[in-house]
Nanobody, 116 residues
Framework: QVQLVESGGGLVQPGGSLRLSCAAS????????MSWYRQAPGKERELVAAIASTTDTTNYVDSVKGRFTNSRGNAKNAVYLQMNSLKPEDTAVYYC?????????WGQGTQVTVSS
């Protein structure tokens, strides 16, 4: 059974940090590219960060470059999103995604709220 379980979300003040984790099981993790998406109320889901399966090459949406760091631990079947210098506009539900060709798996999401 495929599972992606996100954790680490919460309420943080502007300028603060959070580290999201996504624990994967039920598929060959190292073969899949891993991504983080987010969806704010009333907005479409957007790709935030992605990390390749074999090269660990990372890509980020412009709005988070220099603030977020995406990494993966293949030995632990996990992917992480370190979020620093958080802004109110980062408030959203963050989703973990695994992808291989046309295959897509999603987690249930974790809420991140940036507010004073």
């Amino acid at each position: 059974q495929v599972q992606l379980v996100e954790s680490g979300g919460g309420l943080v003040q502007p300028g603060g940090s959070l580290r999201l984790s996504c624990a994967a099981s039920g598929f060959t993790f190292r073969r899949y590219g891993m991504s983080w998406y987010r969806q704010a109320p009333g907005k479409e889901r957007e790709l935030v960060a992605a990390i390749a399966s074999t090269t660990d090459t990372t890509n980020y949406v412009d709005s988070v470059k220099g603030r977020f760091t995406n990494s993966r631990g293949n030995a632990k079947n996990a992917v992480y999103l370190q979020m620093n210098s958080l802004k109110p506009e980062d408030t959203a539900v963050y989703y973990c995604n695994a992808h291989l060709f046309s295959i897509r798996y999603w987690g249930q999401g974790t809420q991140v709220t940036v507010s004073s």
